[in-house]
């Protein structure tokens, strides 16, 4: 499996941003795809997960309301929209993915395939 992300950039604080990750080699209707991100001196923490279906979501507590993510099956591509964008959201993010039709794990562990990061800053 591979995963391409894209999207990242430089913005100031209570602007937008959207992340995009376009994965081949999964059986995407088995495939759920996902964001985390790792700022620095910190640890990689998820940031938000769907399944193939669309019909579930997950989002760590401190991007509810602002982070949207979604996927565009027939293109095997996932976004996320994130706006009011906070200082505390820099950070490198990574697109991973993992075969699962209904589970969508906060544990970095349980995600097996990994993209390249990209990096989102947010300026103050």
């Known amino acids: 499996v591979q995963l391409q992300a894209s999207g990242g950039g430089l913005v100031q604080a209570g602007g937008s941003l959207r992340l995009s990750c376009a994965a081949s080699?999964?059986?995407?209707?088995?495939?759920?795809m996902g964001w985390f991100r790792q700022a620095p001196g910190k640890e990689r923490e998820f940031v938000a997960a769907?399944?193939?279906?669309?019909?579930?979501?997950a989002y760590t507590e401190s991007v509810k309301g602002r982070f949207t993510i979604s996927r565009e099956n027939a293109e095997n591509t996932v976004e996320m929209r994130m706006n009011t964008l906070k200082p505390e959201d820099t950070a490198v993010y990574y697109c991973?993915?993992?075969?699962?039709?209904?589970?969508?794990?906060?544990?970095?562990?349980?995600?097996?395939?990994w993209g390249q990061g990209t990096q989102v800053t947010v300026s103050s």
């Open positions: 769907v399944l193939w279906s669309g019909r579930r979501t």
């Open positions: 080699g999964c059986i995407f209707r088995n495939c759920a």
């Open positions: 991973v993915a993992r075969e699962s039709s209904d589970r969508l794990p906060s544990d970095s562990r349980q995600w097996p395939w």
